[in-house]
């Protein structure tokens, strides 16, 4: 089972995240499950933020927030001073830092995970002119991750933002997945 | 043949598609008031009414006490009427509730559980839901989204019949079902409704014909009165069964009568919980199976009507039963708990031990079910079971440092 936590402050769309992967996965023949934790009094914008994606081939009884995750997605690197943001996560874990500042740069290197930094919301801010990356953050993801089909996440982004919105949000998408291809080669999946 | 019932199947959001579900109920009036986390029911519905794909009246109500009070307004008058809420919010409903059962007016609500204040916490438990037990509404609780889904079709048959007519309720977990997005099936509406005829009221207030409801009444019929709500809702039991067995003739699903029993055969210990915590139980369940523990659990669907006999039944095998409550009564301990130990004492029953957990959102792993089977076991081969309900994952640490 894949077991994605994601990281983000109120506003920043990582509930988002979390429901359009669930969505791709599903659209390909998978199950998922897609959830966010809202202690600390819920949706405020700015307060951290936690949610939740499990992908499986069998249908997902687990109802409770995941211990040991295998990936986590940021899209805030400050986080990593609020929060213990790498507690859980599994040995060989994959994590993708939204920033232009490497892991080291970060202080987030880790010898027993595999971190990369993408530069989310610079093409968040070039092609949709906005600093909302979350779109983005699933391209690059994808790219590293393996094992989501571009079209899927196509399909469920433009189920969840019909028209024009959705439109952009793919093209970001898009970009996310080739840049992030290109930046970490045959590293990736 | 189900596959032309099925008008999409994708991942949604718990809430929406419990929205989705009661749109197809098509009732004629909502009223409700916001609290987290059942906003996102309302707020959909309230989608559907203004975009034209719900024909329903929209009440904004400027209290939760206010929404039940409209919405039993709008099913004396003989509308088909729907609200839901959370948490403090039910407390507020709850007067009006007691007078729902009372006068005997078919209102669905959803409770979408959430933890009661002090202190404020938005996360799940059932303290909310169960302090209505004495009210003499219908309480379905629902394991997944899914099942919230097919639960509210079936709500609206149960609590309308001419025998029954009484408020009814599907409580869901708060987050782990509102706010969690899985695959869902949404049915057509031509095939719910044709599931669900219309509302016919036996009584509806008329200006021409005027009728008094809950009018005054002295000790000489007061206690016939009550007996008759009692009586409904026992009987009630009869209905949710037939309607949950139509619901799976035609659209595939059954959840259980009133209890659904999982690997419990020939189980010595069974666990016994209500809501979400059920999956997870099911999780811990077969793993202790397959170290050869035999364990089983049972689902309690229906907790108002009761289901007395049918716990005596099928917990009349096992040797230990461990229930798990995510509310409690002050002092008198886990609210399940309680009342299943009751109805197995005249019996020559399994012992009982009761665990409180899961309360304000706390995490029940499949770890914790394991723990507490682990621990009953101990318990129970020492001969030293509780007497009373046990608060299961206390921190003592923190009662020690005065913080609470």
Known sequence: MKEIRIHGRGGQGSVVIAELLAIAAYEDGLYSQAFPYLGGGGERRGAPVQAFCRIDEEPIRLKYRMIEPNCLIIQDASLNEAINIFQGLQKGGLVLVNSTKSPEELGMARPEYKIYSFPAAEIALEILKKPVMNTVMIGAFAALAGGFKLQCLKEAIIHKFPGELGEKNIEAMVTAYRTAQDMFGEEVQ | ?404
């Open chain 2, 1 to 404: 043949m189900r596959n032309a019932l099925i008008k999409k199947k994708e991942v949604m959001q718990g809430s929406i598609a419990v929205a989705e579900a009661v749109k197809s109920a098509r009732p004629g009036v909502i009223a409700a008031y916001p609290i987290t986390p059942q906003t996102y029911i309302i707020e959909h519905l309230a989608t559907l009414i203004a975009n034209g794909e719900l024909k329903s009246r929209y009440v904004r109500a400027d209290s939760e006490f206010s929404a039940a009070s409209i919405v039993y307004g709008s099913v004396a008058a003989g509308e088909r009427s729907y609200t839901a809420s959370s948490s403090q919010g039910l407390l507020l409903m709850t007067e009006v509730i007691f007078n729902m059962a009372g006068t005997r007016l078919p209102v669905v609500i959803t409770g979408v559980n959430r933890s009661i204040s002090p202190p404020i916490n938005i996360q799940n438990d059932h303290q909310d839901t169960m302090v209505l037990r004495d009210s003499g509404i219908i309480q379905l609780y629902v394991e997944n989204i899914q099942e919230a889904v097919d639960t509210h079709i079936q709500i609206f048959k149960i609590a309308e019949d001419k025998e029954v007519l009484l408020p009814a309720m599907v409580c869901m977990d708060g987050f782990v079902i509102s706010h969690t997005y899985e695959p869902v099936t949404i049915w057509k509406d031509e095939a719910v409704q044709e599931f669900l005829p219309p509302f016919s009221p036996v009584y509806k207030t008329d200006p021409q014909n005027p009728l008094t409801y809950g009018s005054l009444t002295d000790d000489d019929k007061v206690t016939e009165f009550k007996y008759m709500t009692n009586e409904a809702l026992v009987k009630s039991k009869k209905k949710i069964i037939a309607v949950a067995r139509e619901f799976q003739e035609i659209f595939g699903n059954h959840y259980g009568d009133l209890l659904q029993e999982y690997r419990t055969e020939d189980a010595e210990i069974i666990l016994v919980a209500m809501g979400t915590v059920i999956s997870t139980i099911k999780v811990a369940v077969d793993a202790l199976r397959k170290n050869g523990k035999k364990v089983g659990v049972i689902k309690v669907r229906s907790y108002r009507p009761f289901p007395d006999e049918e716990l005596r039944t099928a917990l009349s095998k096992c040797r230990l039963a461990v229930v798990v409550d995510k509310s409690y009564s002050c002092s008198s301990g886990g609210i399940l708990g309680s009342e299943i130990k009751a109805c197995l004492y005249n019996q020559r029953g399994p012992s009982i031990i009761n665990y409180i957990a899961g309360i304000g959102g706390r995490e029940i792993f499949p770890e914790t079910i394991k723990d507490m089977v682990v621990k009953s076991e101990k318990l129970a081969e020492s001969g030293k079971i509780p007497d009373g309900s046990v608060f299961f994952d206390l921190n003592k640490q923190l009662l020690n440092n005065q913080l609470l």
